[in-house]
């Protein structure tokens, strides 16, 4: 499985734009990038997923590298419901989530 | 439209004893996944349902852990006996199969002491 590459932690403030970084040099051609956020005391949630163009929805903005070797997800206005541990994950054709460690983001009010 | 059900929420035992979770997943969703998530550590998957099938269990210990999806809906996933590093929150996800989007549940907490 391919392998990404996120920060531990990150910190924003509230109605701010976050840029969450992933890194992801090994990806091949059929991987797609996913992104999944936990809440405190929860399961993951789906936010977004993308495999070469830039993607949004009404939770956030996915930005993919034009060598597809990183992205970004982009919470465009961060709330405090917002704070969780953010995965970025590559999936092929297998439907299989190998999650990292993810980025903790921290919003201050 | 009604999410992943597990229960129970919470579990303490004693090791070596013996433990049952179970899954109800979304209504029609033909790919069902069992993960572990040890604190402070993204989930692992343990085993993937297509249908009643399994997929994918290379993750599995198989010397204690054991799961089944009867008839394609509800699944169960047992540990028996339980170990110490067994503590962690047991999350059931299904997916409607062909694409990649994962729904989960809220998990199980096991605590064994």
């Known amino acids: 499985d391919a392998k990404t590459t996120q920060p531990n932690s990150m910190e924003s403030n509230e109605e701010e734009p976050v840029h969450l970084p992933c890194n992801h040099s090994t990806i091949s051609g059929t991987d797609y990038i996913h992104w999944y956020r936990q809440l405190p005391s929860q399961g993951p949630e789906y936010v977004i997923h993308g495999l070469t163009s830039n993607v949004n929805n009404r939770m956030a903005s996915l930005a993919i590298a034009e060598d597809r070797k990183s992205s970004t997800l982009i919470l465009h206005r961060a709330t405090l419901r917002d704070a969780a541990v953010y995965y970025c994950?590559?999936?092929?054709?297998?439907?299989?989530?190998?999650f990292g460690q993810g980025t903790r983001l921290t919003i201050n009010p | 439209e009604a999410g992943v059900a597990q229960s129970p929420r919470y579990k303490i035992i004693e090791k070596r004893q013996s433990v049952a979770f179970w899954c109800n997943p979304i209504?029609?969703?033909?790919?069902l996944y069992w993960y572990q998530q040890i604190l402070g550590q993204g989930p692992k998957l343990l085993i993937q349902?297509?249908?009643?099938?399994?997929?994918?269990d290379s993750q599995l210990p198989k010397d204690r852990f054991s799961a089944e999806r009867l008839k394609g809906v509800d699944s169960t996933l047992k540990i028996q006996p339980a170990k110490l590093e067994d503590s962690a929150v047991y999350l059931c996800?299904?997916?409607?199969?062909?694409?990649?989007?994962?729904?989960f549940g809220p998990g199980t907490r096991l605590t064994v002491l």
């Open positions: 996800a299904s997916s409607p199969g062909g694409g990649h989007t994962q729904y």
């Open positions: 349902f297509q249908n009643n099938g399994v997929v994918d």
């Open positions: 209504s029609g969703h033909a790919t």
């Open positions: 994950i590559l999936s092929g054709g297998a439907q299989k989530l190998v």
